[in-house]
């Protein structure tokens, strides 16, 4: 493809355990040998994505999808690597960056003493959108996601699903190309999770690059056009979904994948 947007080249996340954890693992093995002082949450990750497609991330809770999402998103920093968005880098111009990307993660939490009309035209005015450019957009988007009939109450008056719904809204206030969701589903009743889904596949049909981080391989297999599987903090595939489940089923595909990584499943 010659149209590709996003470039993630070998990023690294390390943290520090605590002293509290180390004991606790040192307890573990039995006082016997040292325990580690540091713990690697993404390990020299690489991948692409281009406009007009779902990039899948799948992997099990703690495989390091949400860490390589908030490097991509520039909350936090890699220690090592870089990601290039639309021509910006996260480590040189992080600000640029943010003004070209949706980011939508399940721990974002609204102000619950705000409405959703507030808090659209409160960010519209952080990305500097001229009064007419986003009314016209708004009118759009609350209608597309019923938030028009919710749009004067209270945030902490909506359900969980609208919540979301208002959440994914005010994430694409200034109609950005690439869009980040992290388990865009979780949390959300059949009903709403079909809402957003399909919404993530009229996104692509307009030309965005959308990235998706789940543990559903039903939501791969519906949605994604390539998938890079991480487990350990490593990418241990990365191909187009045709690919991948030429032969067997994503699941098939994954298991497969995480006894050769990890060993056989406890």
């Known amino acids: 493809m010659s149209n590709m947007i996003l470039s993630v080249n070998g990023i690294s996340k390390t943290y520090a355990i605590s002293k509290k954890q180390q004991r606790i693992e040192k307890t573990k093995k ?7 002082k540091t713990i690697t949450a993404v390990d020299n990750v690489s991948f692409e994505a281009y406009r007009g497609e779902i990039f ?6 703690g495989a390091g999808k949400t860490t390589t999402l908030r490097i991509m998103s520039t909350l936090i920093k890699a220690n090592s690597g870089d990601v290039v968005i639309d021509g910006s880098s996260v480590t040189n111009d992080s600000k640029d960056v943010r003004r070209k990307i949706g980011f939508l993660t399940s721990e974002l939490k609204l102000e619950e003493f705000f409405t959703p009309n507030y808090l659209f035209d409160f960010f519209t005015n952080l990305y500097g959108l001229k009064i007419e450019d986003r009314a016209e957009y708004k009118k759009f988007i609350f209608e597309r996601f019923g938030i028009d009939k919710f749009a004067e ?12 719904k208002t959440s994914l809204a005010i994430s694409l206030v200034h109609d ?8 865009p589903t979780n949390g959300l009743d059949v009903l709403t999770a079909r809402v957003v ?11 965005k690059c959308i990235i998706v981080s789940t543990h559903i391989f039903s939501l791969v297999e519906r949605l994604c056009d390539r998938v ?7 990418m241990v595939m990365c191909d187009t979904l045709a690919n991948i489940t030429a032969e067997k089923s994503m699941e098939d595909v994954f298991f497969d994948l995480y006894k050769e990584s990890v060993g056989e499943i406890e």
């Open 153 to 164: 109450v209270k945030v902490a008056n909506m359900s969980t699903g609208m919540k979301q």
């Open 56 to 61: 899948g991330l799948l992997g099990p809770n």
């Open 176 to 183: 950005p190309n690439i869009i980040i969701f992290d388990e």
């Open 228 to 234: 890079g599987v991480i487990i350990g903090g490593k």
């Open 30 to 36: 039995g006082q016997r040998g040292s325990v580690a």
């Open 197 to 207: 889904t399909d919404f993530l596949q009229e996104l692509r049909q307009h030309g």
